[in-house]
Structures are given as structure tokens and as C-alpha cells.
């Protein structure tokens, strides 16, 4: 295989889809070595077959507004690849939402999941709705519109959808019940459902939490720790909250947080009361991180990304791809970050990958670092299979193990000679070889 004609070759087939192409170089570059180390994968021609989806399902959502206006979004089902196991990716709402987006989500997750060790197949799904401003009866009728087209196309062994951007307990809960009403049948088909109708324990904290067991290992490779460490978090959401409360438990101050207007800047850190109340602010009152500002005078920087206005030694981007590019870097890295742990998926540009790993700081690419949101998802699948419910003690030390073992794999694959541990070749080439042995033993679909 050589990376570069694989790579203008897909850039000629798919010329509008950067993010995707994005992805696909960042993998491709890593594992070109370990690929042509096994002749037989070029036989099979298996990097087209790995890096093209199974099948993409795209449909139309009409729903009706509060005042009775019709409304008509995309919605669409990336099913990427199921070697190891059935289909297994968050859904998407946010206005961005568009096919190049899902088609990177879903080739990142396939390799993320055969990281965890469990056996999930990648995909994604969205929509270009946005939840934002919309009354609970909206979000509840276009929940159900989406699902009235996508139900036939998932199920626990086929096809297994969860959250991600836009998509939190409520939308999971709305889904789920339209797909149980459509399927005739009560089955683990979602992830991320609520306590009473077979969620699990720790599933909304795992991600966070997760990638703070992550940067753990990374710190113990340099015989560091955590406390007392200021810490930089973008995003307000599900992984940006729980990773707060995680690293506020374990003595370390976050400095920042962020939503798509702006960021806030608390050098002192926040506390736990005001970690509260941004959970209450983005959850229940569905507000802004400008008024975190105005109810605890910090500074707020409008329609700017934490980067450049935060002295820390950590940085935990955790809402949205490409949030940090190269200027970010070399300004994080000057004002003296040591380790970058990636919560969100694809945060960081090409060029601010390779200021981290040129300046040899510890950086834990999101394949790895965010796992543990889909590992708990796949503990929750074996729950409902089993229909039983661990306690929240078992699921946390489940999610600390699996953290530990993605945290050996990426040491094991990605230790360079000098030492350094090159955290994205070691996660791209673990979950690749995975999934490339599962494909050849499988022949050619
Ligand atoms: P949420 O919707 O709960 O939160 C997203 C946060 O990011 C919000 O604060 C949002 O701000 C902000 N944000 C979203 N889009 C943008 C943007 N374009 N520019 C700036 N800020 C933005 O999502 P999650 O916390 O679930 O997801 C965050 C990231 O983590 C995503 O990359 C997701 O793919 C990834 N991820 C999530 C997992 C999960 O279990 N939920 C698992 C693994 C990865 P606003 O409120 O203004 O929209």
C-alpha cells in the first residue's frame, strides 16, 4: 500500500469531504509499515475495503413545529465496517451535521472500538437538526420522525446507535421509545438509556471519566501526577462536565470551559458548587457559558476557544473537531501544556498533531483517550443481554481496566526508539490489526 495514492485516490472520489479524508490520512500514515509488513492485506485490496463504509443509509425528517410549521432535515446512518462486531456509534444533532463529518466519525469509531477490546463494529448517524432553542415536544416529534425511517436498519445484533453532540438522555429516551414501538420488541437496541429502562450506571460519566483514567497512565509514564495540575477543558456538554467532576475529585483545578459562543477563564479554578451549576446551566435551563461569567464575574472571551487565553499544564478539548489547529498548539505548548488528552473526536488539526509530537509532549489522540464512552456502551449491551444491572462500583472498575488496557496496547505499538510513545501510531496500529485479521478470516464482502 502506499498511503499517498490511496489517499488522492479517495480524494478524487470524494472531493467535497475534508474531514473524512482528514481521518483516513491521519490513520493511513501510521500503519502504512505494519501493512506492507503483510503482503496478503494488499491481495485482498482490504485498506479500500477498510476505509470505505459497508453502506450509508441517508433520508429526509419532516416534523412539525410548536406553531404547526413543517420542517424537513437530512438524517442519515453511516454503518462503516462490522468485522469484530455489530455496528456500534453515537447519533448526531447539530446543524453542521453533514456526510463527511459522519463518514470520519464512523472510520474513527471502528478503530476506537476494536481498541476497547470489546467486540463492536464501528458507525455514526445524525442529522443537521439542532436541538438548540427547540421546545422538549419538538425535539421528542423529530426524535420520532427520525426513527420512523431508521428503525428497520438497527437492532441489538445489528446495529446499536448511542449519543454524541445534540444527543443526551433525553433524545437516547425519545429514540428508544419509538424504536421499541416500531420493532415490537424491548430489546438493548441504544446505548445511553436512562437507569429505569435498562441504562447503565456510569454510562453519562464514562467518557470524562474514561479519558481522565487515560491521562493517569500517560502522567505515570513520566512519574507525575495529577494533583494541583490547572487543566484547560473546552466544550460544556456530557464529556467536557464529567471529566471536570473527575479531575475536581482528584485535586486538580480546570480553569476553563467553553460552549460555541465563547470561553471562560477561572485561574483559580472552578469549584465544585460552580461545576453545579453549569451542569444545571446546560442541562436543565439549556443556557449559555457567558452566564456562568455573569453570575461569578471570570473572564469570558466571546466567541473564542479556551487556547490561547489559558495558562495550563493540561489541555482536554471536549466539543467538537478541529478546535485546536497549529497557532493553538504552539500557544498551549509556549505556555508550558505537558499533556494533551482528547475527549472530543478529531480536536486537534494535522499541523497541531504534529506540534505535540515534534515538541514531545504526552498527547493521547481520541480514538483512545474517549473510548471509554463506547466501552461502557458495550458493558451496558452485555447488561441488557443478560438483563441484569452492575452496580456503578463494578462498571467504574470495568471502565478503569479497559482504560489501562487501551493505555498497553498504544505503549505497545507506539514506542519509538528513543522512548517517546507516539500515542496515535500506537492506537491506530492496535485497533487496525484487530479489524484487518477479522476482515481477512471473513473473505472478501
Ligand atoms: P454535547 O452536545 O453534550 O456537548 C458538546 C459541547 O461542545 C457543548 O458545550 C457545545 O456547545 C460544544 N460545541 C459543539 N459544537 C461546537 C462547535 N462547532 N464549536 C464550539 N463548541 C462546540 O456533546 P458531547 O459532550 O457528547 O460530545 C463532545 C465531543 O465528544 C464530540 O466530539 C463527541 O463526538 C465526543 N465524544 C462523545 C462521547 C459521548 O459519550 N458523549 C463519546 C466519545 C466522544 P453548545 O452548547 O454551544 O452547542
Redesign the pocket.
Known amino acids: 500500500m502506499n498511503a499517498v495514492a490511496v489517499i488522492d485516490e479517495l480524494k478524487r472520489r470524494f472531493p467535497n469531504e475534508p474531514e473524512y479524508i482528514q481521518a483516513v490520512e491521519e490513520v493511513l500514515t501510521t500503519i502504512e509499515d505494519v501493512y506492507n509488513e503483510n503482503p496478503e492485506f494488499d491481495r485482498y485490496n482490504l485498506i479500500e475495503r477498510l476505509c470505505i463504509p459497508d453502506r450509508i443509509f441517508a433520508f429526509r425528517v419532516s416534523w412539525v413545529d410548536d406553531k404547526g410549521k413543517v420542517h424537513n432535515n437530512m438524517g442519515y446512518r453511516v454503518q462503516h465496517n462490522n468485522a469484530i462486531g455489530p455496528y456500534k456509534g453515537?447519533i448526531?444533532?447539530?446543524s453542521?451535521v453533514n456526510l463527511s463529518i459522519l463518514k470520519f466519525?464512523a472510520f474513527e469509531q471502528t478503530f476506537?472500538n476494536s481498541l476497547t477490546t470489546l467486540a463492536m463494529g464501528g458507525a455514526k448517524g445524525g442529522s443537521d437538526f439542532?436541538p438548540?432553542g427547540k421546545s422538549d415536544m419538538e425535539v421528542m416529534r423529530f426524535c420520532q420522525a427520525f426513527i420512523q425511517e431508521l428503525w428497520r436498519q438497527i437492532g441489538p445484533d445489528t446495529d446499536v446507535p448511542?449519543?454524541?453532540?445534540?444527543?443526551?438522555g433525553r433524545e437516547v429516551g425519545y429514540m428508544f421509545g419509538e424504536y421499541k414501538k416500531m420493532a415490537r420488541e424491548f430489546t438493548g437496541t441504544f446505548t445511553?438509556k436512562g437507569i429505569e429502562f435498562g441504562g447503565s450506571l456510569i454510562?453519562?460519566e464514562?467518557?470524562?471519566y474514561g479519558n481522565v483514567y487515560f491521562l493517569l497512565e500517560m502522567l505515570k509514564t513520566r512519574g507525575l501526577d495529577i494533583e494541583g495540575k490547572r487543566v484547560a477543558i473546552?466544550?460544556?456538554?456530557?464529556?467536557?462536565?464529567y471529566t471536570a467532576q473527575k479531575l475536581l475529585q482528584l485535586g486538580a483545578k480546570v480553569v476553563s470551559?467553553?460552549?460555541?459562543?465563547g470561553s471562560i477563564y477561572v485561574p483559580d479554578g472552578i469549584t465544585s458548587e460552580q461545576l453545579d451549576y453549569i451542569f444545571k446551566l446546560?442541562n436543565i435551563y439549556?443556557g449559555?457559558?457567558r452566564e456562568f461569567a455573569e453570575e461569578y464575574g471570570c473572564q469570558y472571551f466571546e466567541g473564542e476557544?479556551p487556547w490561547h487565553h489559558v495558562a495550563c499544564d493540561i489541555a482536554m478539548p471536549?466539543?467538537?473537531?478541529n478546535?485546536i489547529d497549529g497557532d493553538d498548539a504552539r500557544a498551549l505548548i509556549a505556555n508550558g501544556c505537558i499533556a494533551v488528552s482528547e475527549?472530543?473526536?478529531?480536536?486537534s488539526t494535522p499541523e497541531a498533531i504534529r506540534e505535540f509530537l515534534k515538541a514531545h509532549i504526552l498527547y493521547a489522540p481520541?480514538k483512545a483517550a474517549?473510548?471509554?464512552?463506547?466501552s461502557v456502551?458495550g458493558l451496558e449491551m452485555a447488561q441488557n443481554s443478560q438483563k441484569l444491572s452492575w452496580s456503578a462500583e463494578e462498571v467504574d472498575r470495568k471502565l478503569k481496566e479497559i482504560m489501562s488496557e487501551i493505555h498497553k496496547q498504544c505503549v505497545k505499538y507506539g514506542t519509538e526508539s528513543d522512548g517517546y510513545i507516539n500515542y496515535v501510531k500506537g492506537a491506530n496500529v492496535a485497533g487496525f490489526m484487530k479489524v484487518a485479521r477479522a476482515m481477512m478470516a471473513q473473505g472478501i464482502l
Open positions: 453515537g448526531r444533532f447539530h453542521s466519525l476506537k439542532s438548540r448511542a449519543g454524541d453532540i445534540g444527543v443526551g445511553g454510562r453519562p464514562a467518557t470524562g473546552s466544550g460544556s456538554g456530557n464529556v467536557a462536565t470551559m467553553s460552549d460555541s459562543d446546560k439549556r449559555r457559558i476557544r471536549s466539543a467538537t473537531q478546535e475527549g472530543a473526536n478529531m480536536p481520541g474517549n473510548a471509554g464512552g463506547v456502551s
